[in-house]
Nanobody
Framework: EVQLQASGGGLVQAGGSLRLSCAAS????????IGWFRQAPGKEREGVSC????????YYADSVKGRFTISSDNAKNTVYLQMNSLKPEDTAVYYC???????????????????????WGKGTQVTVSS
């Protein structure tokens, strides 16, 4: 059974930091790209960052560049999203998702609604207070 378990969300003040984790199981982790997505109330889901588990290549949305860092621990089948200098506009439910195709993952990062990923986990709430 495929599982993607996101954790690490919480309430933090603006300027603070959080580290999200996405623990994967049930598929060959090294063959997949993992993406982080978020959905704020009343807004469409959007791509935040993704990483290829095979070669470590990464992508960041412009809104998080320089503040968020994605990394992968293949031995633990876990992807992390280090979020620094958090802003109130980062408030959202954050989801991790996996897809075998880096192209599909890259497309999901930029298309409205971020559809197309093979597997989705349940989200973790991130709330940034001003």
């Amino acid at each position: 059974e495929v599982q993607l378990q996101a954790s690490g969300g919480g309430l933090v003040q603006a300027g603070g930091s959080l580290r999200l984790s996405c623990a994967a199981s049930g598929f060959t982790f090294d063959d997949y790209a993992i993406g982080w997505f978020r959905q704020a109330p009343g807004k469409e889901r959007e791509g935040v960052s993704c990483i290829s588990s095979s070669d470590g290549s990464t992508y960041y949305a412009d809104s998080v560049k320089g503040r968020f860092t994605i990394s992968s621990d293949n031995a633990k089948n876990t992807v992390y999203l280090q979020m620094n200098s958090l802003k109130p506009e980062d408030t959202a439910v954050y989801y991790c998702a996996a897809d075998r195709s880096p192209i599909t993952t890259a497309q999901a990062m930029v298309v409205p609604g971020s559809y197309g990923m093979d597997y989705w986990g349940k989200g973790t709430q991130v709330t940034v207070s001003s």
